[in-house]
């Protein structure tokens, strides 16, 4: 099954509508271009070992998108400020600005040349507000372009739970929230949150008190298991 081909557009619409995400016939043709252009630039940068058309569709594309639900549900502000922190070749970043054009998103990524490489995704998919930049992550909280700006900041498989919190709270918004991308053992990376615990889901991050909420889903077509991790002054 070819990505440019109806075949793979139409499977990928209908594994969306199996998580309750409807996306039309443009968003699945920039999704299909968006996955060309990374399996094409994979065979020159490192990014991503899954190069399989189906599995590009479930396991880059889908999964990605399920935050989108989340996101959607629990903030209120018409046009969300998002940071995908370590996105490499773009996820889940670049499938959720296609799916909720409204986002501004700040992908952000240590690798000069994936960053590059997103630059020129963003341009040839002719996205707006959207930006891709080098830095180290551990950078951005001493930044002022980052410090306390985003909605939601969000990452897949990028480093721990708990160093990914400590990472994320300084640069979300008072009223912000946290997205964490995890597998099927995140109940280990829970139990190892060795921080001050306020209640049954309250932690104690530097000077700011999140709770957390794990959602848990299967991906359609392999069964891997996946969660979200999300954390903020919106759940109780």
Not at 54 to 80: N, R, W
Not at 99 to 123: A, C, T
Not at 188 to 198: G, P, Q, Y
Request: charged share 25%.
């Amino acid at each position: 099954m070819n990505i440019n081909s109806d075949e793979w557009k139409e499977s990928l619409a209908s594994l969306c509508r199996d998580f309750h995400i409807d996306i039309d016939r443009r968003q699945s043709d920039q999704m299909a271009l968006y996955a060309t252009e990374l399996l094409a630039g994979n065979e020159k940068i490192n990014l991503t070992a899954i190069t399989d058309p189906a599995e590009v569709a479930e396991k880059h594309i889908i999964d990605s998108l399920i935050p989108g639900k989340y996101i959607q549900s629990v903030s209120s502000v018409p046009e969300i400020t998002l940071l995908d922190i370590g996105t490499g070749g773009g996820f889940p970043g670049i499938p959720l600005k296609i799916f909720i054009p409204s986002l501004s998103v700040s992908l952000v990524d240590s690798s000069r040349k994936k960053i590059n490489f997103l630059k020129y995704v963003i341009r040839i998919l002719n996205l707006k507000n959207i930006s891709a930049q080098q830095y180290r992550v551990e950078e951005l909280s001493k930044h002022p372009d980052f410090a306390g700006q985003f909605d939601m900041v969000i990452s897949r498989a990028f480093t721990s739970l708990k160093r990914f919190l400590f990472l994320a709270v300084p640069l979300i918004k008072p009223d912000g929230f946290i997205i964490v991308m995890k597998g099927k053992d995140v109940q280990k990376e829970l139990d190892e949150l060795n921080v001050a615990k306020i209640g049954a889901n309250g932690y104690q991050i530097n000077d700011q008190k999140i709770k957390l909420q794990v959602e848990k889903y299967r991906l359609p077509i392999s069964g891997d298991d996946r969660s979200l991790v999300i954390a903020g002054n919106y759940f109780s």
